[in-house]
């Protein structure tokens, strides 16, 4: 069983609109906790990163939130656009480093 | 600009046959990583190196081999041991651990023709 489960697997929304990507995770201790951005047929970019001890953290119109007693993240995504079609792959700092199998976000106009 | 450069971008291979996929970084990065990527599963590591000259197998190191002559280079090759190669290979850089998290490359694309 994956350490890291994400859901949903795939997301189809609007142009425009908002949508939560969830991971939750039973790796423990770690460090940090990542959100990456993987376009079709390239290396994932980082969006976010939160230490255990976060909460919070936004980068533009991306939100990650933590919670750590609950072991459960999140990532909002607000207004969306075109541009935001891509996997979006929650990723735990530990030893070993634990990837989730990602959510295919489709924008659609 | 620093980055990490993976080529090529598309491979094809025989049944039977070697292939090196090559992964350079400038970013003076200590640790570099390869992961293969299937459709529906998380990355899953294959190798990493946290030091020149030296390299330890990740999860799935059977049918693969590595390098790491140099700080900037990890070349990964894919032998005729791996059964099932065909899959898109991430390589990776972290300035020691994975702590510190990743710089990724744009991929390579295997398939077995």
């Known amino acids: 069983k994956n350490q890291v489960e994400q859901s949903p697997q795939s997301l189809i929304i609007l142009e425009g609109k908002n949508c939560t990507l969830q991971c939750n995770y039973t790796v423990s201790p770690f460090s940090n906790l990542r959100w990456y951005k993987q376009d079709t047929g390239r290396g994932p970019v980082s969006l976010t990163i939160m230490t255990f001890s976060e909460n919070t953290k936004s980068n533009g119109r991306y939100t990650a939130t933590l919670d750590a007693d609950t072991k459960q993240s999140s990532l909002h995504i607000t207004a969306s656009q075109l541009s935001d079609s891509a996997s979006y792959i929650c990723v735990v700092s530990a030893e070993p480093v634990r990837f989730g199998a990602g959510t295919r976000l489709t924008v659609k106009p | 600009d620093g980055g990490i450069t993976q080529s090529p971008k598309y491979l094809f291979r025989k049944e039977g046959q070697n292939v090196t996929l090559s992964c350079e970084q400038n970013l003076n990065h200590d640790a570099m990583y390869w992961y293969r990527q299937d459709p529906g599963q998380g990355l899953r590591l294959i190798y990493y190196s946290q030091i020149v000259n030296d390299f330890q197998k990740g999860d799935i190191a059977e049918g693969y081999s590595v390098s790491r002559e140099k700080k900037e280079s990890f070349p990964l090759t894919v032998t005729s041991a791996q059964k099932n190669p065909t899959a898109f290979y991430l390589c990776?850089?972290?300035?020691?651990?994975?702590?510190?998290?990743?710089?990724f490359g744009s991929g390579t694309r295997l398939t077995v023709v």
């Open positions: 990776a850089s972290s300035v020691s651990t994975a702590n510190y998290g990743y710089t």
